[in-house]
């Protein structure tokens, strides 16, 4: 089992950025990804990223916006967010893979939570307007 810590989360204003950060337990992961839960919806995938081809996928309400990467000596995965906006507060959870995945790149949906195995705890964005 992977152990994730996420940091970064916090109250920022509209138009504004955050980092988000995931640091893992182990390096035995095959993809990373950053999912988000509001009040009352789904948690949906947001951005994801392979760790063997780093392919990456963005959610169409963030591409442009937000940047997904990766820094392996250190075991863990960002989520650069800018032009935040009143839509994407929510709790942001960082979670990997234990198994091989397509490439984000295919038309297969894979960056969505039925896929990935170990969580972190989640941290809350807020956006202020």
């Known amino acids: 089992q992977v152990q994730l810590v996420e940091s970064g989360g916090g109250l920022v204003q509209s138009g504004g950025s955050l980092i988000l950060n995931c640091t893992a337990s182990?390096?035995?992961?095959?993809?990373a990804g950053w999912f988000r839960q509001a009040p009352g919806k789904e948690r949906e995938g947001v951005s994801c990223?392979?760790?063997?081809?780093?392919?990456?996928y963005y959610a169409d309400s963030v591409k442009g916006r937000f940047t997904i990467s990766r820094e392996d000596n250190k075991m863990t995965v960002y989520l650069e967010m800018n032009s935040l906006k009143p839509e994407d507060p929510a709790v942001y959870y960082c979670?990997?893979?234990?198994?091989?995945?397509?490439?984000?790149?295919?038309?297969?949906?894979?960056?969505?939570?039925?896929?990935?195995?170990?969580w972190g705890q989640g941290t809350q964005v807020t956006v202020s307007s």
């Open positions: 979670a990997t893979v234990r198994t091989p995945v397509p490439p984000f790149t295919t038309p297969i949906p894979i960056c969505t939570p039925r896929v990935f195995d170990d």
């Open positions: 182990t390096s035995r992961y095959f993809a």
């Open positions: 990223i392979s760790m063997h081809d780093s392919t990456t």
